[in-house]
């Protein structure tokens, strides 16, 4: 009898995580409109993304100023496997581009805005409790050409050390 009630209480919130394989059936690639592709789609905590792509691709992970200007030349994390997986652990915009020179010209540019978890009651396996308030740390320090956007973060003390 208890051993079913438990069961069941163990069962429900398994997976609220979701897999989002970008570009969907047509992956990375030239041709596809990525910003198209996110519009409308909310990305969680815990989500991850997937990418399919051919050898002639890559998967760059660069900054908000480099995804802009297509620059190659300073990655924050560099993917050739063909078949790569990114973990959104963090809120907050990440950017992706080809890494193959032009590519990104062409279309292979992705940002994924990551939102903190409020919606969903009971994030699994996360040994972190910061949920969605106090997060005290920003994880990306790109000071260099931070856009109008960016005014949720400091709210006072901007500092600028150029
Ligand atoms: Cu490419």
Avoid at 27 to 42: L, M, P, Q, R
Avoid at 57 to 77: K, Q, R, Y
Avoid at 79 to 91: G, H, K, N, R
Avoid at 109 to 138: C, E, G, I, N, W
Wanted: charged share 15%.
């Amino acid at each position: 009898m208890l051993m079913a009630v438990l069961l069941v209480a163990v069962v429900l919130p398994a997976s609220t995580a979701t897999d989002y394989t970008v570009g969907e059936s047509s992956g990375w690639t030239i041709g596809v409109d990525y910003s198209a592709w996110t519009e409308g789609k909310t990305f969680h905590i815990g989500d991850t993304l997937s990418f399919q792509y051919n050898p002639v691709h890559s998967v760059m992970e660069v900054s908000a100023a480099d995804h802009g200007a297509c620059s190659t030349s300073n990655p924050l994390g560099w993917y050739t496997d063909q078949s790569t997986t990114i973990q959104l652990t963090d809120p907050g915009t990440r950017f992706f581009i080809c890494g193959t020179s032009g590519h990104c010209g062409f279309g292979m540019k992705l940002a994924v805005t990551v939102v903190s978890d409020s919606r969903r009651s009971a994030p699994r396996a996360t040994s972190t409790s910061t949920a969605m308030s106090a997060k005290p740390s920003k994880p990306t320090g790109n000071d260099v050409a931070t856009s109008a956007a960016d005014t949720t973060a400091a709210p006072g003390s901007s500092s600028k050390l150029t």
